[in-house]
């Protein structure tokens, strides 16, 4: 799990292809479903049959859980699928791996990740405009994505292994360490409450982080304590190390791309890009937020959350 990006991104490890007989189970399966008038998010798992593909899905858990953390599936052809197709496809193969769950405070299964958001807004979901996106973990067990379109120029996914940034802190500054074990306040999406947790937890033998910078700085402000010196070193050093080129991983997801990513494992980012004008060309991805039946234990003082109703 403490890949650095310079020694894989020429891998092909990580990068899964749909077979031929998989996208037969696939496709039987749209046909099941639409002929029961299903559509996304508003079916369950037993109206997407894909049961014989039970064995890959479960290897996709267990490298999620256990392997690297994250892993991108090629092989579907978005210019086969209309966007509903896709969406039902992704979201059938969501409910095989786990369980979804709410994205915000209204309840979306199934969120739209494209540039309609104000960049101004200080509590504006940032994947909702065409801004970088910093490095973050999202408030579920795994995260996924479905890229419908790409944009005109930029929006590069990028991840970045925990134990890596870990493991670099230990070799650069190991004081700072300790500090990242004490509660720092996370601010919460949508209202204004905060929680303490650590950055950094390890419980039954498993390293698991939680790390979303503005909403720590936020979380602190709500608090009113400010970060101290040791706590604001702690985070700088964070976001210098997931900046490094042999650190973070880039990648462009392709239409018909699906990434997944572990939460506790692997921090996500996104960089700045330039849309189209045409309403129907912009950047566009499906998110699903994922509670896994292989999910690791977490210690009581690393509070996990599984969307906004759990």
Known sequence: MAWKGSEICDSRSWIWEFTDEELRVINDALSHLKKKGGIAPNFNKEDFPIHNIKSRIESINEELENGKGFLLIRGLDAGKYSEEDLASIYYGLGLHMGRPVTQNPKGDMLGVVKNVGNVNDKRARVYETNSYLPYHTDLSDVVGLLS???????????????????????????????????????????????????????????????????????????????????????????????????????????????????????????????????????????????????????????????????
């Open 148 to 310: 419908i379109n790409k944009a005109k120029l930029g929006g590069v996914s990028s991840l970045v292994s925990a134990a890596a940034i870990y493991n670099t802190i230990l070799e650069e500054a190991p004081d700072l360490l300790e500090v990242l074990y004490t509660p720092f306040y996370f601010a919460h999406i949508g209202d204004d409450n905060y929680t303490p947790c650590p950055i950094f937890s390890y419980h039954e033998g498993k390293l698991s982080c939680r790390y979303l910078r503005k909403y720590i700085d936020l979380g602190h402000e709500l608090k009113g304590e400010p970060l101290s010196a040791d706590q604001k070193a702690a985070l700088d050093l964070v976001d210098d190390i997931i900046h490094r080129n042999e650190i973070k991983l880039d990648m462009m997801l392709e239409p018909g791309d699906i990434q997944f990513a572990n939460n506790y494992m692997v921090l996500h980012s996104r960089s700045a890009f330039e849309d189209y004008a045409d309403e129907q060309l912009k950047r566009k991805l499906l998110r699903l937020w994922l509670k896994m039946p292989n999910a690791r234990k977490l210690a009581p003082d690393f509070p996990g959350r599984n969307g906004f109703s759990d």
